[in-house]
């Protein structure tokens, strides 16, 4: 894939970086040559980023013409945002007092070059808000606040390449020099077609996939066309380089995940997990709203707050259970028995929420887990109860898994028309993403009990039915995505 740094004045540019095309900014706006390129990363080091200036207008083309663009729009519009700029100073605030800590002055510019400071006591900082605000130049102002004898971001702004110091520009030839050639590996490493990333975390100790599933999601990539590869948290800064986002990261609306989803589909890349589904989902009063609106089966529910608590035993009865609006993984969810468990949990879990879900106990030897993506079911599942536990996972006191009963994968043919009707359309409320739908059968009755976003898919349970063909069916409907959206592009 050709790269173009973009610039107001080839005559002004001051870098000799090799492989690499330096175009007027004005030429690649106007010269057929450039629009009618199927596939470029884009540089953009124009002067201005200024809302409808020349530099503007290049990254918003390049995203037109399906390019890469850097900084994208989205960055662009994100480096105006005094909120944004102070919400960043806030996420990074640990690492900006201790970064800073040492200096005696009470102002401090920090110049950052493809995410790195001449100075690698700041290369850590420089490199997380490279990550935040991806732009290949960047300066950051910094003050130390009187009252609270703390460090602040005041702003950080895009810099023209015109405008590096004469005395650091040997530094940023070298930086920009390992920055490009670490881009060309990447490169040849992933010969043609559209690059998806997944995102994962090797420090998560329940991951939604496993490290067996994982490899075989790279396999199914590139057995589709399509060149996929492992990022982390630390890539935030990457995304625009790539086609498409596959989250394999456990998802949260409070959480880089869900930072990562509203980027990438920002930017016009095709997410999974997008961002709406993970607010949808991972919020139980969300979808106890919904799924009763709609007249999908749910066990008898009660949104809880401080003034109806007392109705929760009147109308539910005990034993019931009482969740967190974002628990996951049987974390936040509690079985209560007697009244004083009943009080006490309510008013621990109304500590942190304004309100919390309550819902009947109907007992059951398993749970359905129907996986939906593409409005289509994927797999099916019937996961046990942990022994002499009521959930699938029985957890220790610290939250810690001690416990996990059986499963029993199915073909989803063979699954009941109802489970299956009744997982779809609950699924279908949600989106088209990849769902993962918990059912209960009592009876002749089947009920919803959540829709889950980044449901797991684990290479010896979930894919026991399909074996390879479930990785295949998920890269073929991201790769028809991603084509469609490139199509939609350039109509």
Sequence with gaps: MPTLIVVDDPRKWVLDIPEVEVVPARAYLTDPTYAERRRAKVFNLCRSYKYQSIGYYVSLLATARGHKPLPGVTTIQDLKSGSLIRGFSEELDQLIQKSLAPLQSREF????????????????????????????????????????????????????????PEDHRSFVQEVARDFFKARRRGTEKRASGYDLAILVSPDEKEPPSNERALQRFLRAADAVGMNAEFIGREDFGRL??????????????????????????????????????????????????????????????????????????????????????????????????????????????????????????????????????????????????AKEHWQILKRDAGGRKCDEGRFETLPVEHVPTQVLRTALRAANLIGDGLYGVDLKEVGNRVYIIEVNDNPNIDAGVEDQALKEEIYLRIMRVLLRRIENSKTGLRA
Aim: hydrophobic fraction near 40%.
């Design 109 to 164: 510019v920090l110049s950052i070059y493809f995410g790195r400071n001449l100075a690698k006591r700041y290369d850590r900082l420089s490199q997380q808000l490279f990550n935040l605000l991806p732009a290949p130049l960047l300066r950051a102002t910094f003050a130390l606040q009187e009252k609270s004898g703390k460090w602040q971001m005041l702003s950080i702004t895009p810099v023209a390449a015109s405008e590096i």
């Design 240 to 385: 625009s380089e790539f086609d498409g986002l596959f989250i394999r990261e456990t998802t949260n609306v409070n959480h880089h995940t869900y930072r990562f989803a509203r980027k990438a589909a920002a930017e016009g890349l095709v997410v999974v997990d997008d961002p709406e589904s993970i607010l949808k989902c991972t919020n139980k009063v969300f979808l106890a709203e919904i799924l009763e609106r709609n007249k999908v089966r749910i066990p008898r529910t009660l949104i809880v707050h401080r003034s109806n608590r007392d109705r929760v035993e009147t109308e539910l009865g005990l034993p019931c259970i009482l969740k967190q609006p974002d628990s996951s993984f049987s974390r936040g969810v509690v079985k209560v028995e007697t009244t004083k468990e009943l009080r006490d949990a309510i008013k621990g879990l109304l500590e942190k929420s304004d309100l919390i879900i309550a819902q009947e106990f109907l007992p059951t030897p398993f749970d359905w887990r129907i996986g939906v993506f593409d409005r289509q079911p994927l797999y099916a599942c019937k996961y046990y109860m």
